[in-house]
């Protein structure tokens, strides 16, 4: 599949549209903490940083310092404005980092988008400390998310799926180069207050599996969607994610 390009027009949308509620990152940060000692301060490598959503909050929680990576120029561009926790140029197989200089290392939503996966698994080898934590959150094609979207419109979520490896293929992607699956969790946290923010945040397109289907098809969708918001259930929309535990 086409590789994703966020200098082209997600950038501009994806602030707003995969925004975080502070308890959402509260329960994120909650997640990590569980499989983390409790030294402070803990040194993080935030890899596909973005528009710099979880950086702050992985600084603030764990004593900092975060170091985003990110080899979008113009989301870097949105982390520095908005975010105020600026992030670096790079990518995961080339990490501005020293060796063994993070004690965890996060990806979030970012693995779907790697090419040279056997280059950044080894490249993450090397800038975490020996018996330091790697968190991989990602959907897998054979697990995804049970969102009301793509219950509505099931050719949306074929369409997503294509993007996703499985589990076991991801989890073989990190044990091959010595990594140790140590732990595999699941966090539900909170997505959207009621149905209608959800909606208004969908809209904005700020998923990347809208760059993979034709304005048509987009258009089609919501107009199935508006159809189906009296069925659909209001009220806080959550969403169960899963995330594979590695250590070093």
Known sequence: MEKVDYDARLHAVYGAGRQMSPDALKTWMEAFARHL??????VWLDLGSGTGRMTPSLASAFGGPAHGVEPSDKMRAQAAAH???PAASGSAEHIP???????AALLFFVWHHVVDREGAVKELRRVVKPGGKLFVQANFSDRMPDTWWFRVLPEWL???KAHFRSEEEVKSDFAGAGWALVSRDEVTWLRSA????????LKLRSVSVFEHMSEE?????FARIESALPSLGDGPQYETSAM?????
Do not use: I, M, W, Y
């Open 83 to 85: 975010a105020g926790h």
């Open 97 to 103: 980092l020293p060796d063994a200089s993070c004690d």
């Open 37 to 42: 000692p409790e030294t402070r301060p803990l």
């Open 194 to 201: 009621n149905l209608a923010e959800d909606l208004e945040k």
């Open 244 to 248: 594979l535990v590695f250590q070093r």
């Open 158 to 160: 074929k369409v997503d």
């Open 217 to 221: 098809v987009v258009e089609a969708g």
